[in-house]
């Protein structure tokens, strides 16, 4: 069983984002999904990879230049994932994804309309791309206040290298801020606050409604890290890490093979890949995650 916290659909318009970012490094050819761009190639690549429930943290907010990045508009469309989250129910979570700069839509409003119409639980936000502000800013405060009111959880974009406009952006003590004045929301960082791993560690472990991801960052500087604090179960550590591949931007299949192929302690793995991500996306008592697995078996 695994839940991958950050595998995005690969189909249709919502897909163009990753289709034109690998275009642009000659990586499409990898996707399969993303060539054919259907809902069936989508789940026929993920699932011959061994995922059993895609979380699709696809992102609705504009674009911006940051350092020597440059990224277009997010417009995936919440509609979308929460009709494929209907048709897939146990194999696919819908992450509404939320334009906190309210360009694209007022952000309290769609929250509240993910939630009470489309049966949305997940929230995804890169408050450092738009409005350009760290993750902590007080001016996103109304936002965590309501989602921690739905009882629902947010995945924030943590990356150093491709967040924000400074590295800091990533920086724990964000994220940390954040888990202080909103002790039940329960919090994701996409990407692991990298390059600030010990760092994003250590919060973890004094939070307990904080979870990490680092997806591809796991391999990068701090790899020793993140190995050494699961299987150590460093103040329960073991317990806040979660699978993500970040697809399309990676191969599925390889990132699924090679994070089991690491040297990790025995019987963490079912920790990492499925049981974690079931209290922080709070799918054990979802009824409608769980009929759909029941229905799958």
Not at 51 to 63: H, K, R
Not at 184 to 197: D, F, K, S, T, W
Not at 201 to 208: H, K, T, V, W
């Amino acid at each position: 069983m695994i839940i991958d916290v950050r595998c995005r659909f690969t189909g249709g318009e919502s897909a163009d984002y990753y289709r034109n970012q690998l275009r642009k490094s000659g990586r499409l050819e990898l996707i399969e999904s993303l060539k054919e761009g259907t809902e069936a190639s989508f789940f026929h690549e993920i699932e011959a990879a061994g995922i059993t429930t895609a979380v699709s943290a696809s992102g609705c907010n504009p674009g911006a230049k940051l350092a020597k990045y440059t990224f277009p508009d997010r417009t995936t469309s919440n509609d979308e994932l929460a009709d494929i989250q209907r048709r897939n129910a146990g194999k696919f979570v819908a992450c509404g994804g939320i334009d906190v700069s309210n360009t694209f839509h007022n952000s309290l409003e769609e929250i509240e309309r993910c939630f009470k119409q489309l049966d949305i639980c997940v929230f995804g936000i890169e408050p450092g791309r738009a409005p350009g502000c760290a993750p902590s800013d007080d001016s996103l405060f109304d936002v965590y206040a309501l989602l921690q009111d739905l009882d629902a959880t947010v995945i924030i974009q943590t990356s150093g290298l491709k967040g924000g406009q400074y590295l800091t952006y990533a920086h724990p003590n964000h994220i940390e801020r954040i888990s202080e004045h909103f002790p039940h929301l329960r919090i994701i960082c996409a990407h692991g606050c990298y390059p600030y791993v010990r760092e994003a560690i250590a919060i973890a472990m004094r939070r307990d409604n904080i979870w990490l991801s680092p997806e591809g960052y796991l391999w990068h500087m701090g790899h020793e890290d993140w190995l050494r604090a699961v299987n150590k179960n460093l103040e329960g550590f073991a317990n806040k890490f979660l699978f993500g591949s970040a697809y399309p931007l990676t191969p599925i299949k390889d990132f699924v093979e090679n994070f089991k192929k690491l040297p990790w302690a025995e019987g963490v793995l079912s920790k990492l890949l499925y049981e974690n991500a079931l209290d922080a996306l709070n799918l054990r008592d979802n009824k409608t995650f769980s009929s759909g697995l029941v229905s799958g078996l």
